[in-house]
DNA sequence: CGTATTTGACCCGCGC
DNA sequence: GCGCGGGTCAAATACG
């Protein structure tokens, strides 16, 4: 990736198509990526949905978590009750009478303990889903280079797939950003890629300023947009409604899935519809400015 | 030799 | 309760 450069084409994406083709260059090595919202397919929002949408319905309780929360995290957790640690059937072995000390114990001991671990696990309530948002890529490669740095920690088949689903976390200090990453069974062409969370730090392609990063008017808009989407709020529609359809995705897209890429496409697309309406972006330098990711402050205002 | 990947085992939730 | 499928862990292995 040190020498990578990327650039986009063919902006005149149809409205309801929603695709756009982007060609990447990397180490003297050109691939074509194709990105495709993702609508309805998957049991996943799309990256328009979720920033076009309007905010689900409240839960209701009774039916359990709804595909709504599945993907948004935006459920509400039971604790359990005092009283109902007493069920755990396993609270006796893990307290063993005091004067069993032999090397049975011992074994036990070490057995216990690599089961207390997994029980730790076991016992979490529930554990929080990070929202997600998932997209297609047609490209060759699985695994697509997006600017940070993934360690790759399971494999697993897909039903009815000859593809199989690989996991991926960001192997960034205490970023819990995970992705899944699999070849659509349908098209084999296509990668079908989900972010799970937020990087909690800038990306390091972009930290090297390999990459542009667009101007600060645009990113308040994204940042604003991002953080509304996030907090499972809906953005104002002042964020998009005057954004073309790529430069939506590319917005959306600049959370935290293709943050060095989709900056280009974004500034870009931002070049062209700047000499359509200079005006339609709009400014906000209030409160919004806290909430645009650190690694977009960074840049100087020079309009 | 350090780091990344592979892979089988395991956990968990869910439906029947 | 049981089986199934998705997700994660961690030891073994591969790789630079």
Redesign the pocket.
């Known amino acids: 990736m040190e020498n990578a450069t990327f650039y986009s084409s063919d902006h005149q994406i149809p409205t309801d198509f929603r695709a756009f083709t982007s060609v990447f260059e990397s180490d003297g090595e050109k691939s074509c990526w194709e990105f495709l919202d993702i609508h309805d397919t998957y049991g996943y929002p799309s990256i328009l949905d979720l920033l076009t949408m309007p905010p689900p319905p409240p839960p209701k309780p009774e039916l359990?978590?709804s595909l709504t929360q599945e993907l948004t995290g935006d459920f509400t957790v039971t604790p359990a009750t005092p009283n109902s640690s007493s069920i755990s059937s396993s609270s006796n072995d893990e307290q063993p009478k005091a004067d069993e000390k032999d090397d049975e114990k011992q074994d036990q001991d070490e057995q216990n303990a690599a089961?207390k671990?997994?029980?730790a696990?076991?016992?979490n309530p529930?554990r929080l889903r990070e929202p997600r948002f998932a997209f297609m890529t047609k490209s060759e490669v699985d695994h697509l280079d997006d600017g940070y740095?993934?360690?790759?920690?399971?494999?697993?088949?897909?039903?009815n797939s000859p593809f199989p689903?690989?996991?991926y976390r960001c192997?960034a200090a205490a970023c819990g950003l995970?992705k899944?990453v699999e070849r659509s069974s349908e098209d084999p062409t296509v990668v079908v890629t989900t972010y799970e969370g937020q990087h909690t730090h800038p990306c390091p392609v972009l930290s090297r300023g390999s990459f542009v990063i667009p101007p600060e008017s645009s990113v308040n808009i994204l940042g604003q947009a991002h953080q509304y989407l996030y907090q499972q709020q809906q953005p104002p529609l002042h964020c998009f409604h005057d954004m073309t359809p790529s430069l939506r995705f590319a917005a959306a897209a600049s959370n935290s899935a293709f943050p060095n890429i989709s900056s280009t496409i974004f500034e870009e697309e931002l070049f062209k519809s700047s000499h359509i309406s200079n005006s339609n972006f709009v400014r906000d330098d209030g409160l919004l400015q806290d909430m645009v990711p650190l690694q977009m402050q960074k840049e100087p205002k020079e309009e």
């Open positions: 359990g978590r089961k671990k997994l029980k696990r076991k016992k529930k740095r993934w360690r790759k920690y399971g494999q697993k088949a897909v039903k689903r690989s996991y192997t995970k899944r």
